[in-house]
């Protein structure tokens, strides 16, 4: 398995607070993304990373923040959690771009609900 | 844009059974396409993937799929299903990026 770790793996918060999920690689991939799954909707790309500070939105963004200081780290800030955004999170990483028909590595997930 | 479309959500095979989950995408350019399953509470994991060359991609655990660019379509296929490959399955589509169908969540009966 691709060397990727995410945390927290499961969470719990409540409407309104800040909450910031963190994907690390060990792989030394230039990129690096962050999904949400929910039933009926596959996964759906929330932002992601294609170098240190480089980061750009994906479709479902509003609502989520991200940051990349060093290469092994992304991570996924919501700002204010709602409820609309319990959900699992997956970080994916990437040698290459999509476009490029190189494959995604995805992470155990995180399983965030929000009361 | 670019889409993706599973139009079978969830399926029920009994062990032995044969295996066919459609996959049909939208894009203008060039695509790669790929497929990933995901097993009760694990990651998704990649099954097999097309770049160009042969249309029919032959997979992990006897999984293969035919690309047919006049029907836009990537479907998965595997001759006897086995009880574990119970698993939700998600068609993939890299144009400018990567976009996931809906899923389609498998139930093989023992």
């Known amino acids: 398995d691709a060397g990727i770790t995410q945390s927290p793996r499961h969470k719990v918060t409540e409407t309104g607070t800040p909450v910031t999920l963190r994907c690390h690689q060990t792989?030394?991939?230039?990129?690096m993304y962050w999904y949400r799954q929910d039933p009926g909707h596959g996964l759906r790309l929330i932002h992601y990373?294609?170098?240190?500070?480089?980061?750009d939105k994906g479709e479902v963004s509003d609502g989520y923040s991200v940051s990349r200081s060093k290469t092994e780290d992304f991570l996924l800030t919501l700002e204010s959690a709602t409820s609309s955004q319990t959900s699992v999170y997956f970080c994916?990483?990437?040698?290459?771009?999509?476009?490029?028909?190189?494959?995604?590595?995805f992470g155990p997930g995180t399983r965030l609900t929000v009361l | 844009a670019q889409s993706v479309s599973q139009h079978n959500h969830h399926v029920i095979l009994s062990e032995a059974a044969s295996l066919e989950l459609g996959c049909n995408y939208s894009?203008?350019?060039?695509?790669?396409l790929f497929w990933y399953v995901q097993y009760p509470g694990q990651h998704l994991q990649l099954l097999l993937k097309?770049?160009?060359?042969?249309?029919l991609v032959k997979g992990i655990k006897g999984f293969e799929a035919e690309f047919i660019k006049s029907k836009f379509s990537f479907n998965l296929r595997k001759p006897s299903v086995q009880w574990s490959d119970t698993a939700e399955y998600f068609c993939?589509?890299?144009?400018?990026?990567?976009?996931f169908g809906g899923g389609t969540r498998l139930m093989v009966k023992p």
């Open positions: 994916a990483i990437s040698r290459l771009a999509g476009e490029v028909g190189n494959e995604q590595f």
């Open positions: 792989e030394n991939h230039r990129y």
């Open positions: 990373s294609y170098g240190v500070k480089d980061t």
């Open positions: 894009y203008g350019g060039t695509v790669n």
């Open positions: 097309y770049f160009s060359g042969d249309p």
């Open positions: 993939a589509v890299a144009g400018n990026m990567l976009t």
